[in-house]
């Protein structure tokens, strides 16, 4: 019986491992699945031993200052993880901790997985090493990340993204209307601030401050804001209010992508979410704030290696869609970019084509990728549990 040790670290971790663990459940229906997971995770069939949003800390700072609890609660996951002796260990995203613990685990002679590929490739280079020494497989989302780790010397497998499998090629934008209940020939913005508490607050003015000024300029255009948990909305709800009085937006309780699909235009935070925007054929402007601290440290230490941060200019390797960082952050600017889009239908067209493009080449079955690349390094490593299948 194959017996897996997961560690999800938030809740698109969450959906990663769910997913996983229906595809190795199809390989092996006996499997036992344990470790740190989320509520998805959790109705998939997974022990819980500590909740994903455990690990759920964003940015340089924001993870010292949480580093006492982490290392705590690292140590007791790894002891436990070492005496169930796990067939393979897979650390899902949150490489800042899983990295850490598949090292103690390796160490031991535990096969360790890591899903979703740390950003080594645009910044800090050099973890390229660590990363090998503490790993012995990558499973990567994106096509360039494979590049990277087979220019290392790393095993690596590019699986696609789930999101690419889960979201159709062609979306219907007046069922997603109506299903929201959204005026059919209303221009509509989509507000995506993010779903950590930290990047939340600091983005909530800019964006308040953006649908303000856009509601100037076109007073029929209506604001929907997908939360993703009641924090979010609160930290949110609270600075539109502040920032933004009597502007009506429409705080939906999850139910992201519909909100995309229903939408014309997207404000949205770097992350997972642009992407899914982009899957959706959206057009968009993805903005990025990290506490001042860390963005000092990044700029002394010039560890940044990547032109760009939004993950649509990322895939299509050049600027398709406006990004903007930290002091670039201008609610006029973004709003002029975004008013661009809804009135440009010949740019938003051959958006939607590069955006088509890139759901191809993404769209791949990863779940069944994965797990079959988990199992192909079981079999390599000489486990009871792969030689039985």
């Not at 800019?206 to 509601?215: C, H, K, V, Y």
Request: with cysteine; hydrophobic share 50%; glycine share 6%.
């Amino acid at each position: 019986m194959l017996r897996v040790g997961l560690v999800a670290g938030e809740a698109s971790g969450d959906t990663l491992g769910a997913d996983l663990i229906h595809a190795l459940r199809r390989i092996e229906p006996d499997a036992e699945f344990f470790g740190v997971a989320g509520p998805k995770m959790q109705a998939a069939g997974c022990q819980v031993w500590e909740p994903a949003e455990s690990f759920a800390v964003m940015g340089l700072f924001e993870v010292l200052r949480h580093l006492p609890r982490l290392l705590r609660l690292l140590a007791r996951i790894g002891g436990e993880f070492l005496r169930a002796r796990p067939d393979v260990f897979i650390g899902i995203d949150a490489p800042d901790t899983n990295l850490r613990l598949a090292r103690r685990l390796h160490a031991a002679g535990i096969p360790t997985v890591q899903y979703v590929s740390p950003q080594v490739w645009a910044w800090r280079q050099g973890r390229a090493r660590s990363i090998h020494e503490a790993v012995d497989l990558v499973l990567c989302l994106l096509p360039f990340e494979k590049r990277f780790y087979d220019e290392h010397g790393m095993r690596s497998e590019f699986v696609g993204h789930p999101l690419a499998d889960a979201i159709p090629m062609t979306v219907d934008r007046s069922a997603a209307r109506r299903t929201l209940n959204i005026d059919a020939t209303a221009p509509v913005l989509a507000l995506l601030p993010g779903s950590r508490r930290g990047e939340v607050s600091r983005l909530s003015e800019d964006f308040a401050a953006t649908a303000r000024w856009l509601a100037e300029q076109r007073p029929q255009m209506l604001f929907v804001a997908p939360m993703a948990s009641a924090f979010v909305a609160e930290i949110f709800s609270r600075a539109m209010a502040q920032h933004a009085p009597g502007l009506p937006v429409r705080l939906i309780d999850g139910q992201a992508q519909t909100a995309l699909i229903a939408a014309d235009v997207v404000l949205v935070a770097s992350g997972t979410a642009s992407l899914e925007a982009a899957l959706c054929k959206r057009p968009m402007v993805v903005v990025y704030r990290l506490g001042k601290m860390t963005v000092w440290i990044l700029k002394q230490t010039k560890l940044v290696k990547t032109k760009f941060f939004a993950q649509p200019n990322l895939l299509a390797d050049r600027r398709v869609v406006g990004e903007y960082f930290q002091d670039d952050i201008v609610p006029q600017s973004i709003g002029a970019e975004l008013l661009m889009w809804l009135d440009d239908a010949d740019r938003r067209s051959a958006l939607e084509q590069e955006f088509s493009r890139i759901h191809a080449d993404l769209r791949r079955d990863a779940g069944t990728r994965a797990a079959q690349a988990i199992i192909a390094l079981l079999k390599d490593c000489g486990r009871s549990a792969a030689e039985s299948l």
